[in-house]
């Protein structure tokens, strides 16, 4: 471990100076942390008045040639130095500066004029459909641009000196069948979670199903969550590189109806984590009563969906339930994520109740869903895209369309 959370770091500040990113004159003013710190350590480390890095470090370090948690984001990034074609994706990607595999360490440029999206809707609660847009088309590119190109997959499941470090893995995991362990581990508000879960047969037939439609065909991000996209702080004047997407330390060749399900149930969490709950509601009377109303966030939902398929309107030839599975991922990823809280926080209320509720109606009943969520329906989502998938581009011509620009542009201009 070279890091202390107290700064400045003597190990860390020759670190950074051995890889050339400061210098013995330079002066380091401080290290903060930043992030959660749960799995890795995370420091924004100040170098002189203008230099900003992230340094993160993986908290344990695995051995004995299992893969280690940063290294797809080492991977990724290579990827991008070695086809120069994927160059819109780098723009959307967080600048990273270097890994070093033995230490687990890495170094990005800290995006100074960048905040995370999660802070900027819960502080300001207005959800401008600007930003959906742009982390629907920055979706739409990344995918559209690796879809089907067997050359980027095979980089990514072989890495350097022949070694396997790349597993495909899908993320349709049901919830473990529980044991009496069960009862020591979560507190008894949250065996409501399991008990619920294995009272609807439903809900795990239509993950069983969702499992088997897994189709993995592109490179996809695995972790969308808001803490992961970061929105430019002038994204008012811009219209390009409104977005920057870090954390890639999940990527992996994937389905992309679960990159865009796992963004859909960020936004289904800010109508979710508002619900007016108590055990004399109903659900639909909680529903209607949240704080922030799901037709409030219709607007950026529509957005986000639109913009991806303007990016990758074939996607809709190749995957024509593609709308319905969007659906589907969503409700998955929200209760998985109500599992990691109840593993994480041991916490589980009836606010917990009222989203596995929801989240079991995107799984089993995702046609019927499509109008609550989106707030039109799939013919309306889908129409302007249909005409354009009857003469699919080449892949080869899709690669070379270029979204955004290298400078960023002031909007209008
Ligand atoms: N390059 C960057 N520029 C600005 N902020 C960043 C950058 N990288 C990370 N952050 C901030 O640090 C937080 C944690 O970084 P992340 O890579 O997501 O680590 P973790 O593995 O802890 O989720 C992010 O949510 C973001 O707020
Ligand atoms: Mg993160």
Redesign the pocket.
């Known amino acids: 471990m070279i890091f202390s959370l107290h700064s400045p770091n003597h190990h860390l500040i020759k670190h950074l100076e051995n890889l050339g990113l400061c210098s013995s004159e330079d002066d380091v003013a401080d290290c903060e942390p ?7 350590i ?1 420091l ?1 480390v100040n170098v002189g008045s203008d230099r900003k890095f ?1 340094v ?1 470090q993986e908290r344990y370090i695995e051995h004995n040639g299992i893969p280690q948690e940063l290294f797809n984001e080492w991977l990724f990034h290579q990827l991008l130095q070695q086809f120069p074609v994927l160059g819109n994706i780098a723009e959307i990607g ?2 990273l500066l270097h890994f070093d595999e033995q230490q687990s360490i890495l170094v ?5 004029e ?1 905040f ?1 999206l999660e802070n900027f809707y819960q502080q300001n609660d207005i959800y401008p459909p600007e930003i959906a847009t742009a982390i629907g088309a920055s979706l739409g590119v990344l995918h559209r641009a690796t879809f089907n190109q067997r050359e980027y997959r095979d980089f990514m499941a072989t890495a350097p000196q022949g070694q396997f470090r790349y597993q495909f893995y899908n993320p349709v995991q049901g919830i473990e069948s529980f044991s009496s362990d069960i009862f020591g581990s979560v507190p008894t508000d949250a065996l409501k979670f399991y008990v619920l879960y294995q009272r609807y047969e439903s809900l795990e037939a239509a993950i069983a199903e969702l499992a088997s439609l897994w189709q993995p065909c592109c490179l996809t991000h695995n972790d969308l969550k808001l ?2 996209i ?1 929105v430019h702080s002038r994204w008012e004047q811009l219209d390009n590189c409104l977005i ?1 997407i ?2 890639w ?1 999940t990527c992996s060749w994937g389905d992309p109806a679960f990159d865009l399900g796992t963004v859909l149930a960020s936004y289904l969490r800010i109508w979710l984590e508002s619900l007016v709950v108590d055990p004399s509601i109903k659900l639909e009377e909680s529903l209607e009563l949240a704080a922030t109303p799901i037709e409030i966030l219709h607007p950026s939902i529509a957005a986000l969906v639109q913009a991806y398929l303007d990016a990758f309107p074939s996607i809709l030839e190749y995957r024509c339930d593609f709308i319905q599975r969007v659906v589907q991922y969503a409700g998955l990823v929200l209760i998985q994520q109500l599992q990691a809280t109840i593993q994480n926080r041991k916490y589980f209320d009836n606010s917990g109740i009222a989203t596995l509720q929801v989240a079991k109606s995107l799984l089993t009943r995702p046609q019927e869903s499509i109008m609550t969520v989106f707030g039109i329906s799939e013919s309306e989502i889908i129409k302007p895209f249909v005409k354009l998938t009857k003469h699919p581009q080449t892949e080869k011509e899709q690669n070379l369309v270029r979204i955004y620009y290298s400078k960023t542009r002031l909007r209008g201009c």
């Open positions: 930043v992030g959660s710190q749960k799995k890795n995370n924004l992230l993160k967080s600048s990005r440029n800290y995006l100074t960048y995370e803490e992961n970061l920057r870090i954390d330390k």
